[in-house]
């Protein structure tokens, strides 16, 4: 029995730092050299406080069913999508050092926004 427990604590100690919170301030530029800028904030409920800046828009809201993960090369994967449309989404793959890409698109009721760049995060 005292096996049993011991792995399930030690279970629970290695899951639990997956699913901390993290939050990512991003910075970095399009193919067209185009500035942006993300703001991710993921809580431990999936829902994550998104503010985005590019050079001509900016937008702010909050994610559902945000999927935080390690891909099999090393690299850490954010998801987040609103709407029942996924009418907002955010892809963000970064290394460990923080460098990665952004893809972030609006698609609601025919107005679309799409950004795809090269990001340094913190």
Request: with cysteine.
């Amino acid at each position: 029995m005292k096996r049993w427990m011991s792995a399930a604590a030690l279970i629970t100690m290695v899951s639990a730092e997956g699913f901390a919170a993290k939050s990512y301030v991003c910075e970095g530029k399009t193919e067209e050299k185009s500035p942006v800028r993300l703001e991710i904030s993921v809580d431990n409920n999936d829902y994550a406080a998104v503010k985005f800046t590019g050079v001509d828009y900016e937008n702010e809201w909050v994610g559902e069913n945000t999927r935080i993960y390690r891909t099999i090369g090393g690299r850490t994967k954010i998801t987040t999508a609103y709407g029942s449309r996924t009418e907002y989404f955010v892809k963000l793959e970064l290394s460990d050092d923080g460098t990665g890409s952004l893809v972030y698109e609006e698609d609601d009721s025919g107005w679309e926004y799409f950004v795809e760049a090269q990001v340094k995060c913190k």
